[in-house]
């Protein structure tokens, strides 16, 4: 069953800081699709996999992320 997670990011500010955040995060296994935006700073990830993995993800791109409950 695919669920949908949403992250608050910070750190991005331009439009390659959101094509990496992308990348980072289609790269976690789990994700089927990651739409990520500059403005307000967030992306909304589907599949089934791992919040944290997410995260993670994240923050090794070179940014901030929480889970958006």
């Known amino acids: 069953m695919s669920k949908e ?12 800081c959101v094509a990496h955040t992308k990348k980072s995060l289609e790269a976690v296994p789990g994700v089927e699709s990651a739409e990520v935006s ?4 967030g992306a909304v990830v589907k599949g089934d996999a791992d919040a944290m993995a997410l995260v993670a993800a ?7 992320a929480v889970v958006d409950e």
């Open 38 to 41: 500059l403005e307000p700073g």
């Open 58 to 64: 994240v923050k090794e791109a070179g940014y901030e």
């Open 5 to 16: 997670i949403k992250l608050n990011i910070t750190g991005m500010t331009c439009g390659h």
